[in-house]
DNA sequence: GTTCTAGAAC
DNA sequence: GTTCTAGAAC
């Protein structure tokens, strides 16, 4: 049925397409009969490719695999891999088998009742098609399979299938039936892995699409004025259309913390919401907060509008959202081991936010915001446009619970001022970044959704723990850390100039203006080479008076090269001022010079031309750089974040700064070298490195909007003289 | 900047 | 057991 009928004639020269058709599901879940039946009565040539029985009928490696499907490719032959393919890593060699004659399909078995065979299953990934194929198609019943059979055997030798994802459906079924249970207080399955023990008591706010929608009829949005009706209409339709970016405006959805479960007095909690909010809605940029309380009738709602009021808060700013539901839905009491509301969250927001949240989670102490990051694969992210989740704990006044403050208000107030503080904090730092990362947000309508909608879900937490250590870990903001933190933290929007960068160069610095500081033996390489290149003569591509070219001894991408300044006393870019733009200019020239070189021994490169907010190398130096990342050099996180992240300034934009401002807005925050791990193209977010760099090796997303405009990226160009 | 490595995470 | 990160030393 899902056979594209136009396609089948193609014309008089007509071209036989080949297909990759690569089947992800667990032992057992019917691959092998899907592709007998399929090969039984298709009139295409099929080859199935089946690691179990690729050697003399025994079982064989992958790379067999691999050179069987591309030997059955050259000869015009479609191929079924059959294998697990549960993963993204298992999948991404055989998803390069395809080219513009060789379409990538997944069939996925994706059958509950067989999930739970294997341990390897809760590994599993689900394809996407980011990963490089032009169809998915998922079987997530026996009739599912059944159609997808019928699918399959009905293509003739020239037949090809419409691209995109297909029977996604009771996937969303399945993430919206842990939100649903949660909203109908049904228990959720328990997950047995989960520390939950340090995670009882949540109060979480879930806001989904469906909660939304059901609260945007005017009876829903109680006691609020006309404006703020329509705001909060607004916000319905950031949440419900996220993904296509209607709504630019970075939203904070949060509950009131503490007030419910943990009783603490309302009339305080108001006073501090309201101090905290105004304090914090003028560092906020365009951003917003939205206070929420899903009960009707909140009495905790009437009490800061009363007081927002008062203080005169901006209301485009600072907006409150009644939903009708019963607070206890949403307030409930978890048992160990992370059901009912975690479960819903994590069944939505898939388990790559379990890891993440228990790894932080469990040291949460008090007043403290533990910022996670939404993987790509989260649910959340892709269908609601969610980036983060922020988890709080607030202070508990309730003695039936563990570590209760026995009615202690001054530790109370101050432990609830802390949280707002730490939540706001890392709200109001991953607004920055993105912001940094598109700078003309206008022109985002219709891109990916996350790089231009920055949506939150808070959860609060009540259990507290001893450990502290990890939240040395990413993603965390909370008061200590920002109080140990250096340079200009009183303002968070504001840029640190002249900072330290980073190890133990921070003990030698010299903060007059934030321009001196003391270089380790191993950052002198650079300056040495700008100073005696005739030294270098077999590092050195180009020299003239003023600069230096090289290729950067440890590259991070299939082409990285540096140009180096020449001048004394200009160790970087905090250094540049004015009297340094013609050399700047002409850094970028000569940038760009070797950057086509380079084009034209490889057409498929982008690069991108920029400087380092805080070096590690003495001298400056211009990262002329392509945009593959595919180097055996790239190694951390702090490589990654230092070339993809606001740490990383466009030379044009540097070029463009000095000549208005004098100097440079350095991004010098050790923050964001640590930040999530996010690929430039797709703005997917992933655990760790090496999964990133498997994606970022597949993912053909279009680079993010901020890259492609100012000529950010240098392209090559196509026959036509037009650029790619 | 890199390398090495302990220990955490898986 | 293997993979991955992060901190120390250079």
């Known amino acids: 049925m899902d056979v594209d009928g136009g396609s089948s004639s193609m014309g008089e020269e007509e071209k036989r397409k080949m297909m990759v058709v690569i089947l992800v599901g667990a032992p057992g879940s019917g691959k092998s009969t899907f592709c007998d039946r399929v090969m039984r009565v298709s009139t295409r040539p099929w080859v199935r ?71 390897m299953l809760q590994k599993k990934e689900l394809p996407k098609l980011s990963e490089g194929f032009s169809r998915i198609a998922f079987c997530q019943n026996e009739s599912d399979v059944q159609a997808a059979m019928s699918t399959y055997s009905a293509l003739g030798p020239l037949d090809t299938l419409p691209s995109g994802c297909f029977g996604q459906k009771s996937s969303d079924a399945k993430i919206q039936l842990g939100i649903m249970k949660f909203l109908k207080k049904v228990d959720a399955p328990v997950n047995a892995e989960s520390k939950g023990n340090s995670l009882q008591n949540n109060v979480t706010t879930e806001i989904t699409k469906e909660n939304y929608s059901r609260c945007k009829g005017p009876e829903d949005i109680a006691r609020t004025s006309s404006k703020e009706e329509k705001e909060v209409e607004d916000l319905a339709l950031s949440y419900a259309d996220g993904c296509s970016s209607l709504n630019n405006i970075p939203t904070l959805a949060f509950p009131s913390i503490s007030t419910a479960d943990f009783q603490f007095d309302l009339e305080k909690a108001a006073d501090i919401i309201v101090e905290k909010v105004s304090e914090f809605v003028t560092k906020l940029g365009n951003a917003r907060l939205v206070l929420v309380d899903l009960s009707s009738g909140s009495k905790i709602l009437s009490l800061v509008r009363a007081k927002a009021k008062q203080k005169n808060i901006d209301s485009d700013k600072f907006l409150t959202f009644v939903g009708r539901y019963n607070s206890t839905i949403f307030e409930r009491r978890l048992k160990a081991g992370g059901g009912g509301v975690n479960a819903a969250i994590f069944s939505a927001a898939g388990p790559a936010l379990e890891i993440a949240t228990k790894e932080r989670a469990g040291s949460l102490t008090p007043g403290k915001a533990v910022v996670v990051p939404l993987p790509s694969t989260s649910p959340l992210f892709s269908r609601e446009g969610v980036t983060h989740v922020i988890h709080v704990l607030g202070p508990n006044m309730n003695p039936q619970r563990p570590n209760f403050l026995n009615n202690d208000y001054i ?91 980073g190890g133990d160069n921070a003990k030698n610095e010299k903060n007059n203006g934030g321009v001196s500081k003391a270089w380790g033996s191993w950052a002198q390489a650079l300056y040495h080479v ?74 498929t490169l982008v690069f991108r031309l920029g400087y380092h907010s805080a070096p590690s190398m003495r001298q400056l130096h211009l990262h002329v750089i392509s945009q593959d990342f595919d180097s055996k050099h790239l190694k951390n996180k702090k490589h990654w974040n230092s070339f993809n992240t606001p740490f990383f300034l466009d030379s044009v934009d540097v070029i463009e700064e000095i000549d208005k401002c004098g100097r440079a807005m350095l991004k010098d925050d050790d923050r964001l070298l640590s930040m999530e791990l996010r690929c430039h193209r797709c703005r997917s977010a992933h655990p760790n490195l090496p999964r990133l760099k498997s994606h970022i090796g597949n993912c053909r997303a279009p680079f993010a909007p901020s890259l492609l405009q100012n000529s950010r990226l240098v392209l090559g160009q196509n026959e036509d003289g037009t650029n790619r």
């Not at 079982?59 to 691999?66: A, D, E, H, I």
């Not at 993204?88 to 055989?94: H, I, V």
């Not at 949506?455 to 001893?466: H, T």
């Open 530 to 603: 700008a100073m005696h290149p005739e030294m270098h003569k077999n590092d050195v591509m180009e020299i003239s008076d003023d600069i230096v070219v090289l290729s950067d001894l440890y590259p991070k991408a299939k082409r990285h090269l540096l140009v180096v300044a020449r001048f004394e006393g200009l160790d970087r870019l905090a250094d540049a001022s004015k009297d340094h733009l013609e050399l700047l200019r002409a850094m970028h020239a000569v940038g760009l010079k070797w950057a086509e070189k380079c084009l034209i021994e490889d057409k």
């Open 411 to 501: 530790k109370g107030c101050k432990v609830l001022r802390e949280a707002y503080s730490s939540l706001f904090e890392g709200f109001a730092f991953i607004v920055r970044s993105q912001e940094a990362l598109c700078k003309d947000r206008t022109v985002k309508l219709g891109s990916v959704l996350s790089e231009s909608t920055v949506d939150f879900e808070i959860s609060c937490m009540n259990q507290v723990s001893n450990t502290d250590q990890k939240f040395k870990r990413e993603g965390v903001y909370e008061s200590e850390r920002n109080k140990k933190s250096k340079g200009c933290q009183e303002e968070l929007g504001s840029n640190i100039i002249g900072a330290t960068g």
């Open 49 to 119: 490719v089946c690691q179990d029985t690729i050697s003399n009928g025994k079982s064989g490696t992958k790379t067999q695999c691999l050179t069987s499907a591309a030997r059955a490719l050259k000869d015009e032959k479609s191929v079924f891999i059959d294998r697990c393919n549960l993963d993204r890593e298992q999948r991404a060699d055989f998803v390069k088998l395809g080219s513009p004659q060789i379409d990538v399909h997944a069939v996925v078995f994706d059958l509950p009742a067989k999930l739970c065979i294997s341990r």
